[in-house]
Each structure stands twice: as C-alpha cells, then as structure tokens.
C-alpha cells in the first residue's frame, strides 16, 4: 500500500467525519486506565467508571494502587470483565512503581523500549500498549484493532489474516504522516467501521465506497 492510497483513505474519512478528538483523557495515566477498562467492551461502559473514579477521587497511580484488587474490581465493574481487568491494572502499577508512578518518566524512555516493556506486563497486548504509546506519552505508532484489518481486507489491500504487527507496520512504513495524523486515522478507522463497514457493510452510502473494491460483492 503507497502513501497516497493511505492519505488519500484518511483525507476522505476525515472530510466525512471530521475530527473525532481521541483519547478524550485529561492526564496520561487516565489515558492508561482507560486504554486497559476498554479491552471487550464499549467506551460507554469505561466512561462511567473513570467517571466513578473521579467522583471518589481515586484515579491516581497511588490511589488505585492501595486498594485491593478486589475493591478495585467492584469499582470497576460496569467495564466488564472486572476481576480480571482489576488484576491487569494491578501489574500495570506494579511496574508504574518503578518509575515512581511518575507519567513524565515513562514519557523519556526509546519508543521500542516502552513498548517492550508494557508488552512485559500481564494482560496488555499489543492494541493496548500502542494505544498508550500513542495517546498517553506521543509516541509515533500506529495503533490498529479488528476493525482496521476488516476496513482494509474488504477494500483489497490486506490479506484479512495479516498479523497485527505486520498491519501496524504497514501504516508506518508507508506513511509520511506526523503524530496528529496517526492519532486521528485510528479513529477515523474505527468510526467507519461502526458507521459502514459493519460485520453486515452498510455500503450505499459509505463514504470510503469509491476507494473500496468489497461493494461489487454486495
């Protein structure tokens, strides 16, 4: 895939949808939190509770961290799958310890370190660390999810097997987009699959049909 086919795909969605403001988060570690909450669920449910987190003045690395996982859980628990998510939070801080809960000194470290690093914790894959390498500290990745390999398997340019590494990759190697773009495309991404390019596409009236070789197939 060439620069101009992905600009060209970006241009058009950002035109269609306009700007969609991602990661709606005031400080990197809510970024964190939420990046892990939405794993399996709607980012209606994460609302809530960083919302509940806020109300009771609890997020914070220290505040979260001295509580149990088990008050932690129930905190969370319109997320989804809470325990487990509780546990996840739980190795995150623990390895945040090391920093001195401090964002700023996670914010200094190589790219391919912290990502090695955060892919070290247990319960943060590949979509969760690259949402906080881009979103909380500015890191240029290209964050990809189910929707980006099915966006782009229908248009015909992925193989819909691709691995997740290989489909980030091929955003970053063949882009000469700055920060804001890769923050932006992921978005836009997501936005049309929601909208359009659905589990059953909805391609009438798809913005990106131009550019899309699925609607002969509909």
């Keep these: 895939m060439q620069d101009k086919k992905l600009t060209k795909i970006y241009t058009t969605l950002f035109e269609s949808f306009g700007p969609q403001g991602w990661w709606p988060a005031k400080t990197r570690f809510e ?55 509780a546990k996840k939070l739980k190795a995150f801080l623990d390895y945040f310890e090391g920093y001195d809960f401090d964002p700023s000194k996670l914010a200094k470290e190589d790219k391919d370190k912290l990502r090695a690093e955060l892919l070290g914790i247990w319960g943060i894959g590949p979509e969760t660390a690259d949402s906080i390498l881009l979103y909380a500290f500015d890191k240029p990745v290209f964050v990809v999810d189910a929707y ?71």
């Design 31 to 85: 970024v964190i939190v939420g990046a892990i909450l939405t794993q399996n669920t709607n980012w209606k449910n994460v609302e809530k509770v960083i919302a509940g987190l806020k109300k009771q003045k609890l997020l914070s690395p220290k505040a979260l961290d001295g509580l149990s996982a088990g008050e932690l859980a129930a905190l969370i628990r319109p997320a989804g799958y809470y325990n487990q998510k």
């Design 148 to 218: 980006t390999q099915r966006v782009f398997s229908r248009m015909g340019f992925i193989d819909e097997k691709i691995s997740y590494d290989d489909l980030r990759c091929l955003f970053e190697n063949n882009m000469s987009a700055g920060l804001g773009i890769f923050k932006e495309y992921h978005a836009l991404i997501d936005e049309l699959a929601k909208r359009y390019c659905k589990a059953k596409p909805e391609c009438a009236d798809c913005p990106a049909r131009g550019l899309c070789g699925f609607k002969s197939k509909t």
